[in-house]
């Protein structure tokens, strides 16, 4: 069985310095939690903290993942990051296709050109879609996906490296408002189906969105979840435990 995986999307909430002090006050307890049996913990802080996160948990349970990354080998593109250096660095993974960079105008096939990128280093990446809130009130969720995913398919075919989707409805997101199990559950079926294609070993689901301690007990009933994808939640320490632990008291 694949370990599940809880990935801490620490985005923007946190300066350089803050985000060294959380990790110097938690580290402890965050390689205990990812010491708990078939479970991954990975922190995606800041490009800026990767270096010492990095270097802090070598050689510890605890990975560390990247935010983004460019679509693009080494080159002239300013402001942009390597997914060779974040090899380099020791990452494990990588956020791909956040609906928070869309203001950055990426496409599918540029998301999917990150991946090519992520599977060449050696990284896992991990591609994040979902509809807006139109789309979703136009019940346009499934094509969107597919349309998402579309330029994706043939590179994971071709690499044939583990990579994790996450359903992450923009609307969802910091939100406070969240699917229902049931329309999760309906949305990770429509995925398997898209990746029907690929081997099942290759892949793995993960939900994100205004994940909380209240809320995901209920998530772990869903069928063919591999993880969550948690950002807001996993700045409070004490609530970001709370739902990696509840998830052995409520797993079935
Ligand atoms: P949220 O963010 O948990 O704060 O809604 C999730 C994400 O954007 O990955």
Redesign the pocket.
Known sequence: MKPFLFAA?WKMFFSLRAEEQFFKQYQAELVSLARTSNTTVALFPSFVSLPSLCTASKDSPLKIGAQDCSAHELGAYTGQVAAQSLAELGCSYTIIG?S?RKVFQEGATAIADKAKQLFAHNICPIICVGETQEEYRQRKTKAVLEEQLRPFLPIAQAARKPFFVAY?PQW???SGVTPTPEEIATMFDHLAHLLGSLPKEQWSLLY????SAVLAPQLYTIAGLGGL?????STDFQEFKKIVLSRHSTKN
């Open positions: 999307n956040h928070e992450e969802a997101i910091g994100g969105g205004s994940i994808l948690i950002g807001k939640a």
